[in-house]
């Protein structure tokens, strides 16, 4: 299986503060590689797929980057509603994983 | 617009079958274009893929639960059905499904249902 790490598993940020989720892959992926985002309580809500392709109706201030082993979620100006847990996920192979999650909180 | 609905016990006992359903609205299940999947969350834990469907039937299942896993598909309710046996503790998850988008680069997960808590207790 492929085993997909994030860092940090959590972090403290404050509106408007850009900021940096990484996720690792435990061997080449190329760009299968898919990001969402889960407020409390609810289902995930997809947010950039194939690496670095914003979702429809995604806001801009969201981006990805990366391929092969190595890529990124930013989020360019963090708002109130972007408080919450981000999940990286490879298709690449099955089966399919996901990575442990970074939580987004309020500093 | 596309909504997907899980139903079935909220609560099953251990070594039983938990079975539940999910219902697909605003769109067809018979579409080329898509897989459907099964995806858990344990309280305060990640995610995990349980397996996926296509409408003709064929489906792909995570190997750590392969052994206990059935994934069916009928398209005449425009439903998909998830059976996983002898239950423990451990299956005690939130559980979702999803739509999976084959048109898109990466296959992504793109509509989800709103999830079902199913704890597994005697």
């Known amino acids: 299986d492929i085993q997909m790490t994030q860092s940090p598993s959590s972090l403290s940020a404050s509106v408007g503060d850009r900021v940096t989720i990484t996720c690792r892959a435990s061997?080449?992926?190329?760009?299968?590689l898919n990001w969402y985002q889960q407020r409390p309580g609810k289902a995930p809500k997809l947010l950039i797929y194939?690496?670095?392709n914003l979702q429809s109706g995604v806001p801009s201030r969201f981006s990805g980057s990366g391929s092969g082993t190595d890529f990124t979620l930013t989020i360019s100006s963090l708002q109130p509603e972007d408080f919450a847990t981000y999940y990286c996920?490879?298709?690449?192979?099955?089966?399919?994983?996901f990575g442990g999650g970074t939580k987004v909180e309020i500093k | 617009q596309l909504q997907l609905q899980e139903s079935g016990p909220g609560l099953v006992k251990p070594s039983e079958t938990l079975s539940l359903t999910c219902t697909v609205s605003?769109?067809?299940?018979?579409?080329?274009?898509?897989?459907w999947g099964w995806i858990r969350q344990p309280p305060g834990k990640g995610l995990e893929w349980i397996g996926s469907?296509?409408?003709?039937?064929?489906?792909y299942y995570n190997p750590s639960l392969k052994s206990r896993v059935t994934i069916s598909v009928d398209t005449s309710k425009n439903q998909f059905s998830l059976n996983l046996n002898s239950v423990t503790a451990a299956d005690t998850a939130v559980y979702f499904c999803?739509?999976?988008?084959?048109?898109?680069?990466?296959?992504?997960?793109?509509?989800w249902g709103q999830g079902t808590l199913v704890t597994v207790s005697s």
């Open positions: 194939a690496a670095s």
């Open positions: 996920q490879q298709t690449y192979s099955s089966p399919l994983t």
């Open positions: 469907i296509y409408y003709s039937g064929s489906t």
């Open positions: 999803a739509r999976i988008r084959l048109q898109l680069t990466a296959s992504p997960l793109d509509y």
């Open positions: 605003g769109g067809s299940i018979s579409s080329s274009n898509y897989y």
């Open positions: 061997q080449s992926i190329s760009s299968y």
